[in-house]
């Protein structure tokens, strides 16, 4: 296998964001596996919250038949979905406005009456199911 190097200041810009992208899909259809892992590694690094970048990565490691490693993406994925909306949901500016939106997420059925959510972001829950498969895989 031949080793891939990303350039760290081509990727600060947001069109290193793009060149990733395109390489990644490029070295894909050229089924040039490695090189396309490394590149959307690097989309990722440069977009924590770019959801496709994940999935091609779950997808070219089951293909690689890698299941450790597809558990570490999808793992990965979940923290950084978890933090990224966890982030979101505390950006509230007045104790009134936290308080009408704990209230309303409690008369809408979001939460339970201790404010703890019952519903997951999108690509959560079925990122857990998958990991659950990948589990039951390895063992």
């Avoid at 690689?64 to 990965?76: A, G, Q």
């Avoid at 982030?87 to 939460?111: C, D, E, I, R």
Wanted: hydrophobic letters at 40%.
């Amino acid at each position: 296998m031949k080793a891939v190097h990303v350039n760290k200041e081509k990727a600060l810009t947001a069109d290193g964001f793009a060149a990733c992208l395109l390489k990644a899909k490029a070295a894909e259809a050229n089924d040039a596996i490695a090189e396309a892992i490394a590149n959307y590694k690097c989309c990722i690094k440069l977009r924590p919250a770019y959801e496709p970048a994940y999935n091609r990565l779950m997808i070219l490691y089951r293909k690689n038949k890698e299941p450790k490693k597809e558990l570490d993406i999808i793992n990965n994925g979940i923290k950084a979905f978890e933090a990224i909306y966890n982030n979101a949901s505390k950006k509230t500016l007045t104790k009134t406005a936290v308080q009408l939106s704990k209230s309303l997420s409690k008369s809408t059925g979001l939460t339970d009456k201790k404010g703890k959510d019952l519903f997951e972001q999108p690509p959560i829950p079925r990122w857990r199911q998958r990991a659950a498969l990948v589990q039951k895989r390895l063992t």
